[in-house]
């Protein structure tokens, strides 16, 4: 099987695995105050410090690095949380992207129910439309939530621009990156991205599903500008209640140590593998769907009026695995709200694949690949214009 699907999910690394099954074995609750919790209440703290390293945070303060269930949740307790605490506020204008994961999207249209106005600018072309974002960048501004790498269409946005703008204007303005797609694909650091949320998410780089993390400023925990939407026991420093998947923490801890170690590596593989693609299709019918600035790992590719899902078949039955836009959303009827924001048509949404790499994937892989899409071009049958 050749795999390109990894902004999907990521196969689970060996190493991984067996930190993983170590920790089972340090079965003690880390909250409770016997040695066999204290032996789990380590487990997490080097878990935690693990994860906030790979992110460019060596010295972490308490809270500032919050374990959930996955990277939906934390974004969820990064919108909900921060726009329900209890401080004082008079700006209620969040702005965002046309183009965001539905795990963002989502729990917009919530607080634009609650009486928040959303703002969500053009990003077509996969560009950010830089004027019309600082143009409200006020006093009004109560949070800006950009993804750093769009899921579809590989897009790198430049949310440091537009934060420190924000920042700007309205010093109490929150700022949050869904960068589930960016972490450890490319170099990052919370406080060079000026963000004051960050969300990322295990299963994207070589971790276990089921396990994700939100990184706080410290700013925020000493303002009080987040609070828990799960109730129950405090754990996670009071923000996220529940005890804590440590089998899946340290498997996350080992994903972000190895990650971080082989970033600069992966990085170039991966950015090899995309450029032979699309050197591969150059003059062929296929369209690469390439943003300015992209991310290594992702080519969206729209093919002359087949349905993506039928070249997705076509594919498997060769043994290639893609995908035709976000995992979170393969099953829907409608189409992808990122790619019609991107400037496609419905028609053209309709047609278009995503191949995703990972460092281990091969330039073999992609010569399959592109042997295999040639073969399809040839041989399916095209809807009619």
């Not at 607080?111 to 600082?134: M, N, P, Q, Y």
């Amino acid at each position: 099987m050749i795999y390109l699907d990894n902004s999907a999910t990521t196969p689970l690394s060996p190493a991984v695995r067996e930190a993983m099954i170590a920790a089972m074995d340090r079965f003690g609750n880390p909250s409770s105050l016997h040695e066999l919790g204290g032996d789990a209440a380590l487990l997490l703290k080097e878990s935690r410090a693990a994860v906030g390293e790979a992110l460019g945070e060596r010295f972490l303060r308490d809270g500032q690095l919050i374990f959930t269930s996955c990277g939906t949740e934390a974004t969820a307790l990064a919108l909900l949380g921060t726009a329900r605490a209890k401080t004082r506020r008079t700006a209620s204008v969040i702005l965002t992207t046309d183009s965001e994961h539905p795990s963002v999207e989502e729990n917009l249209r919530i607080l634009e129910a609650e009486g928040f106005t959303v703002v969500r600018i053009s990003t077509k072309g996969g560009a950010l439309d830089v004027d019309e974002a600082l143009s409200y960048c006020n006093e009004k501004l109560f949070m800006v939530t950009m993804m750093l790498v769009n899921n579809e269409t590989g897009a790198r946005y430049p949310v440091e621009q537009i934060f420190a703008a924000a920042k700007a204007a309205n010093p109490a303005c929150v700022l949050h990156t869904d960068a589930v797609q960016g972490f450890l694909k490319m170099p990052i650091r919370a406080k060079s991205l000026g963000a004051d949320l960050v969300t990322l998410s295990a299963h994207k780089i070589h971790g276990p599903k089921g396990v994700g993390a939100l990184y706080i400023a410290e700013r925020m925990l000493k303002e009080r500008r987040i609070v828990p939407f799960l109730s129950g026991g405090g754990q996670e420093f009071g923000l996220r209640s529940g005890t804590e998947n440590m089998i899946g923490i340290a498997g996350f801890a080992e994903a972000a140590r190895m990650g971080a170690e082989r970033l600069r590596g992966d990085f170039f593989r991966m950015t090899a593998l995309s450029e032979l693609l699309i050197e591969g299709l150059s003059g062929s019918e296929i369209r690469v769907n390439r943003p300015p600035v992209t991310a290594p790992h992702i080519v969206s590719l729209t093919l002359p009026h087949i349905k993506s899902e039928t070249m997705l078949h076509f594919l498997a039955e060769r043994g290639i695995s893609v995908s035709s836009g976000s995992a979170c959303s393969s099953h829907a009827k409608h189409p992808s709200r990122t790619l019609l924001a991107f400037g496609l048509t419905p028609e053209e949404a309709d047609s278009t694949i995503r191949v995703s790499f990972s460092a281990a994937n091969t330039p073999e892989d992609v010569e399959a690949l592109l042997a295999a899409l040639n073969e399809g071009l040839a041989t399916l049958v095209r809807m009619k214009k």
